[in-house]
């Protein structure tokens, strides 16, 4: 079996050259038909467009992408082709969690935000969006949920994406990208959803760039129609609008799930799935490697930001935004420590 792998997958070498007969190792954007032509499998990860282009007269029968998102995989042209794919749900939810807590003790830090007087909309709550929820709500925050295939469903408990507008503070987007049927999320804040907002609030966006429009964003920015951003997806990476990016209170490169954890189960998942379709013994172990001992604050709040403080990947991007894909390849993976395990004294973990 032949497998071509994104060699920004890390942890991965070692457990998938046991699994294939042969492995091949392209950056993301170096997958070309040409080049997949005679391959049994692809891994994957965002940067690489899974659709006919590229996989039409190829052997490929099998993609695993080591991400939560799929929108990079044309999955109608999949099912015609009769190639199978696989992402992975939940992998790195938890460091988007982190990043978001993160955010929220800079905002009490930094604007004077006080959480417990605030009113939390999230927009999608699946893996990612409930785990949020649970945070906030611990943070002391008042939180509304908006979730139409959920409420669809009968599940009970969210409200109308106008009920956010009219009560929030701060709304957060974590919806797949879909770019059409009844639960479309291209530009779901669009003018429109800028227009309704009564509380001038803060907006996240840790989803897909798409999901907000970038101009409508900006104008509600510059007319005080909302009172700050926190961008990490932005439509067109890496291509994103420098205006934006100088305005918003943090701005990522998309690097909200970039957790060590986050990736060591991606990877985790993405070998499972392709030992799964090819009948395969699944037999490796995927660990993130341990980091140096550190010592942290007594202060849970300052030991958490020590842990991760999104600050400083804002400010490279900020620095070099002509760098956004190099600071995402180079990233130095972080690890998710709950709050809890490291208040209560000055301690060494890890
Ligand atoms: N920035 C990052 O590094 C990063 C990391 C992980 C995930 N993501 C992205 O975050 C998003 C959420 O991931 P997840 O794992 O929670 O996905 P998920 O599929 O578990 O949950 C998505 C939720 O959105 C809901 N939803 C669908 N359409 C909706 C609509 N029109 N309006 C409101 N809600 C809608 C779904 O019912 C579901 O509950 C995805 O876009 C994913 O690609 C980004
Ligand atoms: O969908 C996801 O899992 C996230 O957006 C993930 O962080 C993307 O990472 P990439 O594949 O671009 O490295």
């Known amino acids: 079996m032949k497998v071509i ?35 049994d499998a692809l891994v994957i990860r965002t940067r690489t467009r899974c659709n006919r282009e590229l996989l039409e007269g190829s052997k490929v029968k099998f993609i695993a992408t080591a991400t939560i998102g799929f929108d990079h995989i044309d999955v109608d042209y999949c099912r015609e082709a009769g190639i199978e794919w696989q992402n992975c749900p939940g992998c790195n939810a938890g460091s988007v969690e982190q990043y978001l807590h993160s955010v929220l003790l800079l905002l009490k830090r930094r604007k004077g935000m006080r959480l417990e007087d605030t009113c939390l909309g999230i927009v999608g709550v699946g893996h990612v969006g409930s785990r949020v929820e649970r945070m906030a709500r611990s943070l002391g925050l008042r939180v509304l949920l908006n979730d139409p295939p959920r409420a669809d469903r009968g599940e009970a408990g969210f409200v109308d994406l106008s009920v956010l507008a009219r009560e929030c503070d701060m709304i957060t987007f974590h919806t797949p990208l879909n770019r059409n049927g009844k639960y479309d999320t291209f530009h779901l804040a669009d003018a429109g959803f800028f227009a309704e907002l009564q509380r001038k609030p803060l907006i996240i966006n840790t989803s897909r760039g798409e999901v907000i429009e970038t101009l409508a964003l900006l104008d ?131």
């Open 5 to 39: 792998v994104d060699n920004k997958i890390p942890y991965i070498r070692e457990a998938v050259e046991q699994i294939a007969d042969e492995v091949v190792y392209l950056s993301g954007s170096g997958f070309t038909a040409g080049n997949v032509r005679d391959a």
């Open 220 to 350: 509600a920015l510059k007319t005080g129609r909302i009172s700050d951003a926190v961008i990490d997806t932005w439509e067109n990476e890496p291509d994103i609008n420098l205006e934006l990016l100088q305005q918003v209170f943090l701005g990522t490169p998309h690097i909200a799930g970039y957790s060590a954890d986050g990736k060591s189960n991606a990877t985790r998942m993405a070998l499972e799935a392709l030992c799964r379709f090819f009948h395969l013994q699944a037999d490796f172990k995927i660990v993130p490697p341990a980091l140096p001992p550190m010592t942290y604050s007594s202060d849970p709040e300052e030991a958490f930001l020590q842990v991760y403080d999104p600050t400083r990947d804002s400010d490279a991007l900020k620095r070099h935004p002509e760098e956004f894909e190099r600071l995402r390849g180079n990233y130095p993976l972080r690890r998710e420590i709950v709050s809890s395990a490291i208040g209560g004294g000055r301690e060494t973990i890890f």
